[in-house]
């Protein structure tokens, strides 16, 4: 969906939101401003924006049509190959701000594997030259929504966008304030338990592991980590890596599972003596069993544990745990977020409105 959709004054709002509150740009600081066709007029805004606060402003453009022309010709090798001058750009910034591209996820996706790997060689390099000049950066989902991907989730697209636009104005503080007695509580506890009334009753174990938030600002631990340069906006929730050896009860999903290519519903997981023993979907469990069926050891070993935050979010795509009172539990890997699980599969179901327990107290969510 293009982001015309938007009036001119709202997404002058977004951006001043944004680069004030999330990114706290300063006079005089180099902001780069990456633009995609579909996300033209949000780039032009951002930078007028930030241009207002004193800070300098460039925005590199990449056209959706001429990248495909580019990708059927098999220059695949020319799109993923690190740029010395984009680099040294890179290494004199201080904030970037990247909206998603290409847009057509679907096409991208229908790719084989090893083609897109070619197209974004560069990545790895990317996130090392950011982190070395300590740029904070932003990953913005309302350059997400595009009609392909739009009708492969079978999402309003205005509707899409509209949840994405007043999410990303929630402010960080109050994120925060309410991430903090649970962030407390999944750091010091040994059981936790997730209960409805709807079939759900699941025990999973804490070990003290480091609690992750994510609040819609970088801390300086964050900038420390491998990928830590950008975070996504909309955003809100408070994550830890559970103990791979515990996990029995139930899990019933009462949201969508928003692959990059589809979706996923109805699902419910079975564990016991910490594997997932049983799992199925009422409908899109093809996509979870591609992955699954090559992720090796570890696949079925409880994951991570996630709780939602942001109010402005209802089974909205590919954020779906981080809405309000959203209960993520994932299976496979978790090394990333401070787990021992190697396995290259994630998986995950996501329950909206449960009860949890910690060591039998309930943690306060707020809903």
Avoid: C
Avoid at 23 to 44: D, F, N, Q, Y
């Amino acid at each position: 969906m293009s982001s015309d959709a938007v009036s001119p004054a709202m997404r002058a709002n977004v951006a001043r939101s944004v680069l004030r509150k999330n990114l706290r740009v300063k006079p005089g600081e180099r902001v780069i401003v990456e633009a995609w066709s579909h996300t033209l007029p949000w780039a032009v805004t951002f930078a007028e924006e930030a241009r207002k606060m004193g800070a300098q402003t460039i925005v590199p453009y990449e056209d959706e049509e001429a990248f495909w022309n580019l990708v059927d010709l098999g220059k695949e090798a020319v799109l993923g190959k690190a740029a010395a001058h984009e680099f040294a750009a890179l290494g004199k910034t201080d904030v970037y701000i990247h909206m998603w591209g290409p847009g057509d996820r679907i096409r991208l996706f229908g790719l084989p594997e090893a083609r897109r790997d070619k197209i974004f060689a560069f990545n790895q390099s990317w996130y090392a030259a950011a982190q070395k000049a300590g740029v904070r950066g932003a990953r913005l989902e309302i350059g997400r929504p595009y009609p392909t991907l739009a009708k492969a989730y079978g999402a309003d697209p205005e509707k899409w966008l509209d949840d994405l636009v007043r999410a990303t104005l929630v402010d960080p503080g109050s994120l925060a304030r309410a991430g903090a007695p649970i962030e407390r509580a999944l750091a010091r506890g040994k059981r936790l338990r997730i209960r409805d009334d709807s079939g759900t009753d699941l025990t999973l174990g804490l070990l003290h592991r480091p609690v992750r938030s994510e609040y819609g600002r970088l801390s300086p631990a964050d900038l420390k980590r491998p990928f830590g340069s950008l975070f996504t906006l909309p955003t809100g929730a408070v994550s830890v890596a559970l103990d791979e050896r515990v996990a029995d009860g139930t899990l019933v999903s009462n949201r969508t599972d928003y692959f990059e290519d589809g979706r996923a519903t109805g699902g419910v997981f079975h564990f016991r003596g910490g594997k997932l023993t049983e799992h199925e979907f009422e409908r899109g469990g093809e996509l979870f069993e591609r992955d699954y069926g090559r992720g090796g050891k570890g696949r079925d070993q409880p994951g991570q544990f996630r709780i939602g935050l942001n109010p402005e979010l209802h089974d909205t795509p590919q954020l779906e745990d981080r809405e309000l009172g959203a209960l993520m539990v994932s299976v496979g890997a978790n090394r990333f977020y401070g787990g021992k699980n190697a396995s290259p599969f994630f998986g995950w179901l996501i329950n909206a409105g449960a009860t949890v327990e910690v060591d039998g107290k309930v943690v306060p969510i707020g809903r």
